[in-house]
């Protein structure tokens, strides 16, 4: 089985850096999510909310090469495929999300669909100020559920609404003054703003005080957004995946032309 997800250790283990190994896209497909899950997994040992290894404080996911990625691979958006990419995807989330650390996406060049989801699970983005973040799927006649669960969260049910209908990518810049994004780094610094904000915030700090933290800060948006996500998945699986407009819309995205709509 070929490694699409690498891990390197950084301040003597206290900050675990996942990488999404892939290039040039790091297209989350089925196989990748679940290697990133269970990179994840390998921190949590079998008690509550207990970092398997001890003194970390810090867990952030990045891609490598000059994207972080382009988002889900297309040809699993079919029935079968695609209701497994849900359902390990959304786990996924719900995994990062329960972390008992501090977590962070490392965006650069683009971080769309699934994997500006991945960047939302998160509780820091942080990315280079050239990057592109977007929900592009109503353009292949679909929408993000984690997306559309994550988003409101973050800039609020209007601009998340506008974000999704339009399908529209917008600059670090644009996000950091919606509110998507938390750290805005110049072109090519979004590792290094990382370091950075680690050293100031997190290298002094208890790792249990940072645990117990990071989770209460989650609490009220665990309790909002999960039974969310798996209401958007239900509505995705039931009244869009099985139609003509979903299976039309990848097509034409794959044979590079306009999709050929039939309401339907």
Known sequence: MTALVRTVEERDGAWLRI???RPPGNLLSLEMVRQLAA???HEVAAGPSIPLRAGRKWITIEGAGAHFSYGAMIQEHVPGPMEQVLAATHALLRQLMALPCA??????????GAGFELALACDLIIADADASLGLPEI??????PAGAALLPWRVGAAR???A??????????????AGAVSIVAS???????????????????????????????RLILRASVEPAIAAA????????????????????????????????
């Open 139 to 144: 353009a292949i006649g679909a929408f993000p």
């Open 160 to 162: 998340a609404a506008e």
């Open 233 to 264: 998945e239900r509505l995705y699986l039931e009244r869009v995946l099985p139609t003509h407009d979903a299976s039309e819309g990848v097509k034409a995205f794959v044979e590079k032309r306009r999709p050929d709509w039939k309401n339907a």
């Open 19 to 21: 990488v999404l190994d």
């Open 187 to 217: 072109a090519g610094r979004a590792i290094d703003a990382a370091g950075e904000w680690f050293d100031a915030h997190l290298a002094g700090r208890s790792s249990v005080a940072v645990a117990a933290a990071a989770e209460a800060s």
């Open 164 to 177: 999704i209908l339009s399908g529209t990518a917008r600059t670090a810049i644009e996000w950091r003054e």
């Open 103 to 112: 977590t962070a996406a490392l965006v650069q060049g683009r971080c769309l």
């Open 39 to 41: 990179a994840i997994g």
